[in-house]
């Protein structure tokens, strides 16, 4: 079955970085452009950066210069690195993974937390 497996998450000061990574099984990973979501308290999920195969990345414009979306292939990894964290980036982060066919399902990961707190 397909399974996005994140990690990475955990609790920081501001100013600092984490890493979060997302390995998939059960999927061609090739065929998925791969994001990240968060969700914080009493808010919407909402995008924060994706992946297509080919590398070409969108981002949020909140974290536009301090985050950076990348993807490993051979690894079937997806990696979201976030510098310079403020406290408003606490949330949960969440995996997607969205076929490049619409009608195809996607997934989500369990989401890993990220709390940013002095």
């Known amino acids: 079955q397909v399974q996005l497996v994140e990690s990475g998450g955990g609790l920081v000061q501001p100013g600092e970085s984490l890493r979060l990574s997302c390995t998939a099984s059960?999927?061609?990973?090739?065929?998925?452009?791969m994001g990240w979501y968060r969700q914080a308290p009493g808010k919407q999920r909402e995008l924060v950066a994706d992946?297509?195969?080919?590398?070409?990345?969108n981002y949020a414009d909140s974290v536009k210069g301090r985050f950076t979306i990348s993807r490993d292939n051979a690894k079937r990894t997806a990696y979201l690195q976030m510098n310079s964290l403020k406290p408003e980036d606490t949330a949960v982060y969440y995996c997607?993974?969205?076929?490049?066919?619409?009608?195809?399902?996607?997934?989500w990961g369990q989401g890993t937390q990220v709390t940013v707190s002095s």
């Open positions: 059960g999927i061609i990973f090739s065929l998925y452009r």
């Open positions: 997607n993974a969205d076929h490049l066919v619409p009608t195809e399902d996607d997934y």
């Open positions: 992946i297509t195969d080919g590398g070409r990345t």
